[in-house]
Structure formats: structure tokens, C-alpha cells
């Protein structure tokens, strides 16, 4: 999360390359909690570069299965390791497929701008 700097009420927000860092450390943690998990990206503004203070980190999980439903997949996560709040999408695999092979702008945002650190 943000840290003070020194005595002053400035906020210092992390910068991409320590949320890139603090993700790639945090999955290999967390991924042996999750033996399902197949790939994990991260996307939207520090993928892009373009980040500021305030930024939300983006998260997808690709699993091979799931029997929790999608808007409740998130919650088996810990994400309290990150340097930044986040948002995590977990699909299955079939799912994933499915979400690809289409033309919505999720799918296209996705394309362009994930950064895959796991595996």
C-alpha cells in the first residue's frame, strides 16, 4: 500500500516496476494455494504504463476448473500482499477460450495489454 514519506503528509505511490515485481513475488507465493491455476496477467494502467496515484492494480487468473461461481472465484485469493489495491478475474479454462475466441472489448483490452507472469 502507499507509504508516508519520511514525516510529511505526501503520499508515495508504487511505481510500475515495484507493482510489477511485488506481483511476480506474491503469485509464486500464492500459487501454491491455488495447484488450479494455469497462467496469471496483470492489465490496464500499469500494464499500459500510464498508472498515477490512486491506480488500482488488474489481475486475471486462468484455472482449469472451478465449481464457485465467477463473481465469487476472487474471494479464495489473498491480495493483501500487493502493494496497491487490485481487482482479480478468475476464469476457467473453457471460459477463457470462450472470452478469446469472441469480439467484446474485454477480450481486445486483454489482448493488447496483459503482461503474463505466471507461469
Known sequence: MPVRSLNSSVLKWPNRVQVDEAVRRWIRAEAASHPELCQLAYFGSYARGDWGVGSDLDLVAIVKES??????RSLNWNLNGLPVPADLLVYTLAEWDRLMAGK???????????IWVFP
Open 67 to 72: 465449481t464457485e461461481p465467477f463473481h465469487r
Open 104 to 114: 467484446s472489448h474485454l477480450a481486445g483490452t486483454l489482448r493488447r495489454e496483459a
